[in-house]
Nanobody
């Protein structure tokens, strides 16, 4: 069974870069046809897809966040990372990593709460 676990700081100051890591166990992030994603849920709002990275390393970002988002991977650690630059309080949310075969939303981490505040 694939399991995902998010990690990173719970508090980030405005204008800084938010960096979160997702550690995957029970499967390899380079396994053929697997896709890995980041999603967030701001307080009182619905889920928002941020972006994804494929088994081959190709990436896709939702247009509204593309200019500030970067997803990369560390194959030696079986991890993938989200960096979101120039954060504002509107980036406060629970951030989830997820992944799966041919679909990046099959398996989910438990989520990590990130607050943007000075």
């Amino acid at each position: 069974q694939v399991q995902l676990q998010e990690s990173g700081p719970g508090l980030v100051k405005p204008s800084q870069t938010l960096s979160l890591t997702c550690t995957v166990s029970g499967g390899s992030i380079t396994s053929n046809s697997y896709y890995w994603s980041w999603i967030r849920q701001p307080p009182g709002k619905g889920l928002e897809f941020i972006g994804q990275i494929s088994y081959s390393g190709s990436t896709y970002y939702t247009p509204s966040l593309k200019s500030r988002s970067s997803i990369s991977r560390d194959m030696s650690k079986n991890q993938f990372t989200l960096q979101l630059s120039s954060v504002t309080p509107e980036d406060t949310a629970v951030y989830y990593c997820a992944g799966g075969y041919n679909h990046p939303f099959v398996y989910w981490g438990q989520g990590t709460r990130v607050t943007v505040s000075s």
